[in-house]
């Protein structure tokens, strides 16, 4: 992942300003500008996104593991991405 990102297939570009930021300096940023947090977050939901899509995680497991879980490994997307119209 880059700061920007074509999807071709889809006529998209993407941009993700917090590629680069570490889980701790959101939290801080976040903190230190009376962000709210998401209380999933202390239950385990590291990852969030639709509720079908995601899940708590059990400590170890990586970040992404409770998005798209049932799912085969690969890039995944939960359907926000469609191709206009």
Request: aromatic share 8%.
């Amino acid at each position: 992942m880059g700061i920007v990102e074509t999807d071709a297939d889809r006529g998209l570009l993407k941009l993700n300003p917090l590629f680069d930021w570490t889980r701790a300096a959101v939290l801080d940023f976040a903190t230190k500008h009376d962000i709210p947090i998401s209380d999933l977050h202390a239950r385990g939901f590291a990852s969030i996104g639709c509720a079908p899509c995601t899940r708590a995680i059990s400590p170890g497991e990586p970040e992404r593991a409770g998005r798209w879980w049932w799912e085969q490994e690969g890039k995944t997307e939960c359907g926000l991405h469609i191709r206009a119209r």
